[in-house]
């Protein structure tokens, strides 16, 4: 479904934890673009993730921008079918963070 930065916000802090590493995408159909969020808990950050760079390059796969914070982040991408491609991707850009 379709979903604003404010519900893609509230998507991420009921799914909050310290250990966590939380990605979600939103698009806007009409405009063709899509929204990505990421929140990283307290001992994830410990461990290297930030959301700022995590967000980041996600949204480089959908032709977009962004960046924040360690803890929340989000970004834009100009490219809503390349959605699936750049939430494929989290898991890798993650795993190249966490020492």
């Known amino acids: 479904g379709e979903a604003d ?12 934890a ?3 590493v939380i990605v979600v995408a939103g698009k806007n159909s009409e405009k063709g673009t899509c929204s990505f969020a ?8 410990a461990k290297g993730a930030h959301a700022g760079n995590i967000v980041r390059e996600t949204a480089k796969f959908a032709g977009g921008a962004g960046g924040g914070k360690p803890d929340s982040a989000m970004a834009g ?14 898991s890798e850009i993650v795993g190249g963070m966490i020492k």
């Open 18 to 20: 310290d250990d966590k």
């Open 38 to 45: 990421c929140a990283c808990g307290k001992d994830a950050i």
């Open 5 to 16: 930065a404010n519900a893609l916000r509230t998507m991420l802090d009921s799914e909050k």
């Open 77 to 90: 991408g100009k490219d809503i079918t390349k959605i699936g491609d750049a939430l494929a991707a989290v």
